[in-house]
Structures are given as structure tokens and as C-alpha cells.
């Protein structure tokens, strides 16, 4: 009995540190199985094109994995995790985050124009599908519209699966197992742990840096909050795609570390900067680290409108 005590919580589920472990574990052996089984098709040729393949297969069975053990371990539905159905305010939410997100990457480079850190370099421009851009090449209209269809593709999959496992499963899950230590500090805990999570994982990127890696810490407060103040991932998918959408192929900067092949305005960063960062993107300077505070500021007063209540 004690034993089992110690297990179970009163509700007969498993306690939270074996929750996370059974996800944890599942996870990892997901991405790890599903990666090798790729290597077995005949996956496109094309770096983008293989790329939004592998990414959204690889996504799309970590969700499923993830809906199981929701289901099965965690003994929830899923839209308690703000993770199903995709309503009309869901809908809305992610529209927000969209257009939220991608203003503040306009404003990043109009700021970067301004002080001369970029300077325009072309429209609807291609590049080599490498880390490090050195050339420019042309392409047939259909070649561009198929990358472009691709970009689209891998961006999605990589904000609807962060989303769903750091700020949908993991983030309500260690709120609640902080809430036996402390009820005040549970929700700003579980913000700051998961932060920091998302910011690891982006620590191996090229060229990342402390900088890179404290503003990457705040993109995931910023989507964090997004969450916690909705407790829908809609708005924080939203967020996380128009932001990574509209930098790589909006204004052709690096994301995370990594050139887009195209974009529909080419920016090129004159010198590196604190301002605007070097080769890892704008995400290693200082307007981004600006950017993403005023980012969470509008999200905190968006929530207190009263017509955005919810169900």
C-alpha cells in the first residue's frame, strides 16, 4: 500500500515525474524509430522537399504517440490539454499569434533598414539549400511555388509538434506536479522550466550563443504565456509559426541558425550586430530579445479583453 501510495495519486493515475519519464521515453523512441524508418523511402531529392516530408511524418506520429499517453497514462481527453477540437476561438487564436508574430519580425527588419544592419538584396529571391548562404541561383516559377508549398509544410509541423509536446503536454503536466509544492509559484515554475527546455534545444544549432540561447529562453515564456492565459495551444502555434514563417521566408533572415531556400524579400545582414545579430539570425540580438518582451506584453493584454472568453 505504500507502495502504491507513493505511485498513484488519489485519482488512481501515475504521479507526475512517471508521467513525464513514460512520455519522455515514448518520445524519444518515436523520433529515434520514426527517423530510421524514413531512411527506408525513397524520400525527394530536394533538401526543403525532404525536409517537409520527414518533419511532418516525424510530427504527425509524435502526436499520435502523444494522444495515447494522454489518453492511457495521463487518464485525460486531450481537449483538457487545450489540445482538441479546433474551434472557431482556437482558429481565432492562431490567426492572432500569426499576424502578432509577424508584425514584430517586420518591425525587427524595418529596424535593421534603418539602421543600416540589412540592406535588400532582391524579391522572390532563391538560395542554395545550405546553413551558410554564399550565392544566389534562379528557378522556374514552379520550382519556386512547390518550395515555397514546402516551407509551409515543415514550418507547421515544427510549430504544431513543439507546441503540442512543450506547451500542451509538458507544461500542464509539471504545473501540476509543482502545485504540491507550491500553488503560487506552480504556473511561473512550470513557465521558467519549460523556457529553458526549449532554449536547450536549440543550443546545438550553428552558431548559436548566450544571447541566441537567453532570447530563444523568451520566445518560449512568450509562447508559454500564450498558453497559460488561453490554455489552448492555438495562440502559441500561431505565435511560433507567423514567427519562424515570416523571418526565414518573408524576409529571407536566418531562423534559429538556418537559411529558407526562398524567400519573398531577400535581406541580407550587412555587418553582424548586437542589434541584429550574425549568422545565427536576428534571434542572437538585441531587438529580438526587445521584440519578444513586447510580444508577451501584447498577449498578457489581448487575454484581459473580455470577448475573448472562451467556451
Same mark, same amino acid.
Given at each position: 500500500?505504500?507502495?502504491?501510495?507513493?505511485?498513484?495519486? &488519489? +485519482?488512481?493515475?501515475?504521479?507526475?515525474?512517471?508521467?513525464?519519464?513514460?512520455?519522455? !521515453?515514448?518520445?524519444?523512441?518515436?523520433?529515434?524509430?520514426?527517423?530510421?524508418?524514413?531512411?527506408?523511402?525513397?524520400? *525527394?531529392?530536394?533538401? %526543403?522537399?525532404?525536409?517537409? %516530408?520527414?518533419?511532418?511524418?516525424?510530427?504527425?506520429?509524435?502526436?499520435?504517440?502523444?494522444?495515447?499517453?494522454?489518453?492511457?497514462?495521463?487518464?485525460?481527453?486531450?481537449?483538457?490539454?487545450?489540445?482538441?477540437?479546433?474551434?472557431?476561438?482556437?482558429?481565432? +487564436?492562431?490567426?492572432?499569434?500569426?499576424?502578432?508574430? =509577424? =508584425?514584430?519580425?517586420?518591425?525587427?527588419?524595418?529596424?535593421?533598414?534603418?539602421?543600416?544592419?540589412?540592406?535588400?538584396?532582391?524579391?522572390?529571391?532563391?538560395?542554395?539549400?545550405?546553413?551558410?548562404?554564399?550565392?544566389?541561383?534562379?528557378? $522556374?516559377?514552379?520550382? !519556386?511555388?512547390?518550395?515555397?508549398?514546402?516551407?509551409?509544410?515543415? @514550418? !507547421?509541423?515544427?510549430?504544431?509538434?513543439?507546441? @503540442?509536446? !512543450?506547451? =500542451?503536454?509538458?507544461? *500542464?503536466?509539471?504545473?501540476?506536479?509543482?502545485?504540491?509544492?507550491?500553488?503560487?509559484?506552480?504556473?511561473?515554475?512550470?513557465?521558467?522550466?519549460?523556457?529553458?527546455?526549449?532554449?536547450?534545444?536549440?543550443?546545438?544549432?550553428?552558431?548559436?550563443?548566450?544571447?541566441? $540561447?537567453?532570447?530563444?529562453?523568451?520566445?518560449?515564456?512568450?509562447?508559454?504565456?500564450?498558453?497559460?492565459? $488561453?490554455?489552448?495551444?492555438?495562440?502559441? %502555434?500561431?505565435?511560433?509559426?507567423?514567427?519562424?514563417?515570416?523571418?526565414?521566408? =518573408?524576409?529571407?533572415? *536566418?531562423?534559429? &541558425?538556418?537559411?529558407? *531556400?526562398?524567400?519573398?524579400?531577400?535581406? &541580407?545582414?550587412? $555587418?553582424?550586430?548586437?542589434?541584429?545579430?550574425?549568422?545565427?539570425?536576428?534571434?542572437?540580438?538585441?531587438?529580438?530579445?526587445?521584440?519578444? @518582451?513586447?510580444?508577451?506584453?501584447?498577449?498578457?493584454?489581448?487575454?484581459?479583453?473580455?470577448?475573448?472568453?472562451?467556451?
Amino acid at each position: 500500500m505504500q507502495i502504491k501510495r507513493y505511485l498513484f495519486t &488519489g +485519482e488512481s493515475r501515475l504521479r507526475t515525474p512517471l508521467r513525464l519519464l513514460i512520455a519522455g !521515453i515514448s518520445l524519444l523512441l518515436t523520433l529515434f524509430l520514426g527517423r530510421v524508418a524514413l531512411q527506408q523511402f525513397d524520400l *525527394p531529392r530536394s533538401g %526543403v522537399l525532404r525536409l517537409a %516530408v520527414s518533419q511532418s511524418t516525424i510530427a504527425v506520429i509524435a502526436c499520435g504517440v502523444l494522444w495515447v499517453i494522454i489518453r492511457y497514462v495521463d487518464q485525460r481527453n486531450p481537449s483538457e490539454y487545450g489540445l482538441v477540437p479546433l474551434t472557431t476561438q482556437w482558429l481565432k +487564436e492562431c490567426m492572432v499569434g500569426i499576424f502578432v508574430a =509577424g =508584425g514584430l519580425i517586420v518591425a525587427i527588419a524595418g529596424a535593421g533598414l534603418w539602421i543600416d544592419a540589412v540592406q535588400i538584396m532582391g524579391v522572390l529571391s532563391t538560395q542554395p539549400e545550405s546553413r551558410f548562404i554564399t550565392a544566389r541561383s534562379s528557378e $522556374t516559377m514552379i520550382s !519556386i511555388f512547390s518550395k515555397l508549398l514546402a516551407i509551409l509544410t515543415f @514550418v !507547421i509541423a515544427v510549430a504544431v509538434a513543439e507546441e @503540442v509536446m !512543450i506547451r =500542451g503536454y509538458l507544461l *500542464p503536466n509539471v504545473e501540476s506536479g509543482l502545485t504540491a509544492l507550491s500553488d503560487r509559484y506552480a504556473t511561473p515554475g512550470a513557465v521558467i522550466i519549460t523556457s529553458g527546455l526549449f532554449a536547450l534545444l536549440h543550443i546545438q544549432n550553428p552558431n548559436a550563443s548566450l544571447l541566441s $540561447t537567453f532570447n530563444t529562453f523568451l520566445a518560449g515564456v512568450w509562447f508559454a504565456t500564450a498558453y497559460v492565459f $488561453t490554455r489552448r495551444i492555438g495562440l502559441a %502555434v500561431g505565435l511560433h509559426f507567423g514567427w519562424n514563417l515570416v523571418l526565414g521566408a =518573408g524576409v529571407g533572415l *536566418p531562423v534559429s &541558425g538556418f537559411f529558407f *531556400p526562398i524567400t519573398v524579400i531577400d535581406l &541580407g545582414i550587412n $555587418t553582424p550586430s548586437v542589434f541584429l545579430g550574425d549568422s545565427y539570425g536576428p534571434e542572437a540580438g538585441l531587438f529580438v530579445s526587445l521584440g519578444v @518582451v513586447i510580444g508577451i506584453i501584447i498577449i498578457s493584454r489581448y487575454r484581459k479583453r473580455p470577448d475573448v472568453n472562451i467556451e
